[in-house]
């Protein structure tokens, strides 16, 4: 008899399909190693090959296994269980500092797009601070909580799907979201068609090539395996793609963004990433502040470096 765990976590949940660096767009891998099912030490997941490619240092799975039940297979996570972890002191902080650095870059308040709104409360901080806002938040069950807080229109489709207008914003923020996309490429590609010449793209993602990954992925070769620690394509926290300061620049560049201003920072689950670490809990349903999501776990062991930067279109 399988169990439910046995069968969520099955091979045939999901459509296995060869992939390629979507950032270079040609197939010069290197294999990495194994990672999830019989090749993680929990056992969590389905065993997938990873590949980095060599041209730009993008990690990710191939075959790329996308979930059949949809995003909801991944991210099914009731609201109440999301909001008894949140911190909303520590996300109105993070978000009035992000809201004055993006005015000082953008040279002035204008139109935001929040993608991966969640609760709103950066739309709401910046819909208080005078800025025009809208949000897309992939979870249905959140969209009416991040409408009713903020006060904005939010949507629930990829921003791809959403046709905004070319040039329509000052300022996009998609902060912890990157790493969770199936086609991040698709993503920046839009989000530089809508943001303005000028305008400010404010990102976040954990850095594959950081120190913990190194470690953890020497230490499986020490003990004789091919796992390898990087991402998380089929269980808890879903990082799909794994990028590095090298594969995100190449990524911006391809769509005319130029990073303005990168910040490394080692992160425990503090303040400093408190908007990562709910956004993170969001997205996966089973993670507690007791249970930290895999990239947080960097942060226990070793420490864990997010990229951001901020982006200057031309
Ligand atoms: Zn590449």
């Not at 949809?70 to 911190?87: K, N, P, S, T, W």
Request: aromatic fraction near 8%; charged fraction near 25%.
């Amino acid at each position: 008899m399988i169990s439910g765990i046995e069968m969520a976590n099955g091979r045939d949940r999901y459509r296995w399909l060869e992939q390629q660096c979507p950032i270079c767009e040609v197939s010069q891998l290197h294999r990495l190693g194994r990672r999830g099912g019989s090749a993680h030490r929990a056992g969590l997941g389905v065993e997938c090959e990873l590949w980095r490619c060599q041209r730009c240092s993008l990690i990710f799975p191939s075959p790329m296994p996308f979930p059949l039940g949809g995003l909801e297979q991944h991210y099914g996570v009731e609201a109440d269980e999301y909001f008894e972890h949140h911190q909303l002191d520590d996300k109105n902080v993070s978000a009035i500092g992000l809201l004055r650095q993006a005015e000082e870059l953008a040279g002035g308040k204008g139109k935001l797009l929040d993608i991966g709104a969640g609760r709103g409360e950066l739309l709401r901080a910046a819909r208080n601070a005078g800025w025009e806002v809208e949000g897309i938040e992939p979870s249905s069950r959140f969209t009416k909580v991040a409408a009713s807080y903020s006060g904005a229109m939010i949507r629930s489709e990829p921003v791809e799907r959403c046709g905004f207008p070319s040039g329509s914003f000052d300022c996009v923020v998609l902060g912890a979201v990157l790493e969770h996309l199936y086609n991040p490429d698709e993503t920046i590609g839009e989000i530089s068609r809508i943001l303005r010449k000028g305008g400010v793209l404010f990102l976040d993602v954990p850095n594959e090539n950081g120190l913990y990954f190194k470690i953890g992925n020497l230490y499986q070769k020490l003990r004789g395996r091919d796992w390898v620690v990087n991402t998380a394509p089929t269980f808890s926290p879903f990082h799909i793609f794994g990028f590095s300061p090298r594969s995100l620049r190449a990524l911006l560049a391809k769509h005319g963004l130029e990073p303005r201003h990168w910040r490394g920072f080692a992160a425990r689950c503090s303040r400093s990433c408190a908007r990562h670490c709910s956004l993170t809990k969001r997205f996966r349903g089973a993670c507690s502040s007791l249970r930290p999501c895999a990239a947080l776990s960097i942060g226990m062991l070793t420490r864990k470096l997010i990229i951001r930067s901020g982006c200057g279109r031309f």
